[in-house]
């Protein structure tokens, strides 16, 4: 077998492997991002129902109750909404919101990174504040699902194929 043949078979492959990568790529997305998020508001919950809106009064939010309550809720409804792939790009707009709200009233400060490790002590590693390099990659997670789709394990998908009409053999 000559050289091109080994490299037209490769190209073959990496072109075969790359259509599976971009049809199954949105799968792992809607995981993380909808789980990140339902984990978020769920977490906000369990540690009561004025915690949250006592943190956004601190940081000088408008209406920190009623943002606090808007807040859990889009995290739990909008990362199942996401986890599901039902409705993503509706779902995106509030998630995106708190994402830029989150960025830029608590985490700017602290730069960019969401690892800050301070030092190490006989009770385990200690981190200083997150910066927002985790805001923007749930965005640019976000930015991918709705620009390319849910993927085809989605509710959207199955959704849309359901609308489609059905076409008679010729």
Known sequence: MSVMTHLSGL????????NA??????LPLR?????????????KLARGFDAFPAILQALGMPAPHLLGSLT?????????AVLLGALVPLASIPMAAILLVAMFAVHLP??????????????????GPPGFETDLLYLACLAALVF??????????????RREPTRLPS
Do not use: N, R
Request: aromatic letters at 14%; proline letters at 4%; zero cysteines.
């Open 11 to 18: 190209s073959k492959l990496s072109e075969s492997i790359s």
């Open 72 to 80: 859990i809720l889009v995290e739990i409804f909008g990362g199942l």
């Open 148 to 161: 390319w789709g849910p993927g085809p394990l989605a509710i959207d998908s199955f959704l849309a194929k």
């Open 31 to 43: 995981l993380i991002v909808g789980y990140g998020f339902m984990a978020h508001g769920f977490a």
């Open 21 to 26: 990568a971009k049809i199954w790529a949105p």
């Open 110 to 127: 602290y730069g960019f990174s969401s690892i800050k490790l301070q030092a190490v002590t006989a009770a385990g590693a200690q981190f």
